[in-house]
T-cell receptor
Framework: DGGITQSPKYLFRKEGQNVTLSCEQN?????MYWYRQDPGQGLRLIYY???????QKGDIAEGYSVSREKKESFPLTVTSAQKNPTAFYLC??????????FGPGTRLTVL | QKEVEQDPGPLSVPEGAIVSLNCTYS??????FMWYRQYSRKGPELLMY????GNKEDGRFTAQVDKSSKYISLFIRDSQPSDSATYLC??????????FGTGTRLTIIP
């Protein structure tokens, strides 16, 4: 089955710790995205990548980093510089103006 | 002012009622309009897609776009408890980047 997988489903981080969220897609999509979702604020774009080895900052990139070494993979690192990281993180992908598909999400909680 | 405005609700209606969900937007360059449904603790799933102005119907769902008023709507007929979810509108100029509304939380009461 084609789709987007995200892992882990739930993640707990201690203060000062970096954590990496995984996103893999087998849809052969060129573009991949990371969104953050907070109650009452909708989806906010963190980073996006339209091609391998290239990525751009979204609206709220501070405290986050990404890499795009393979077309299928777009991991997101939440660094200790992100002061309020508790949120629901969604990975998505599109190709040539096709519809945006989302993964199941990762819920990150800071302890 | 946000580019896309959506009433967050919550909205509660009895089973079988017609539901109307709406978004307004300010960017006249938007051409592609989408509605996503998101169940609790899940990723959004595409429900309806419309290009430019007009109506599109799919089963119990109808999407309307009025570009002159910068207003889009999603109608759900014969609403079911399984329709209880958050509904997100989204739109783009066609460059793949979507701009989302904040989402409306809908509850269908049996």
């Amino acid at each position: 089955d084609g789709g987007i997988t995200q892992s882990p489903k739930y993640l707990f981080r201690k203060e000062g710790q970096n954590v990496t969220l995984s996103c893999e897609q087998n849809l052969n999509h060129d573009a991949m995205y990371w969104y953050r979702q907070d109650p009452g604020q909708g989806l906010r774009l963190i980073y996006y990548s339209q091609i391998v080895n290239d990525f751009q900052k979204g609206d709220i990139a501070e405290g986050y980093s990404v890499s795009r070494e393979k077309k299928e993979s777009f991991p997101l690192t939440v660094t200790s510089a992100q002061k309020n990281p508790t949120a629901f993180y969604l990975c998505a992908s599109t190709s040539n103006r096709e519809f945006m598909f989302f993964g199941p999400g990762t819920r990150l909680t800071v302890l | 002012q946000k580019e896309v405005e959506q009433d967050p609700g919550p909205l509660s209606v009895p089973e079988g009622a017609i539901v109307s969900l709406n978004c307004t937007y300010s960017n006249s360059a938007f051409q592609y309009f989408m509605w996503y449904r998101q169940y609790s603790r899940k990723g959004p799933e595409l429900l309806m897609y419309t290009y430019s102005s007009g109506n599109k119907e799919d089963g119990r769902f109808t999407a309307q776009v009025d570009k002159s008023s910068k207003y889009i709507s999603l109608f759900i007929r014969d609403s079911q408890p399984s329709d209880s979810a958050t509904y997100l509108c989204a739109m783009s100029r066609g460059n793949e980047k979507l701009t989302f509304g904040t989402g409306t939380r809908l509850t269908i009461i049996p």
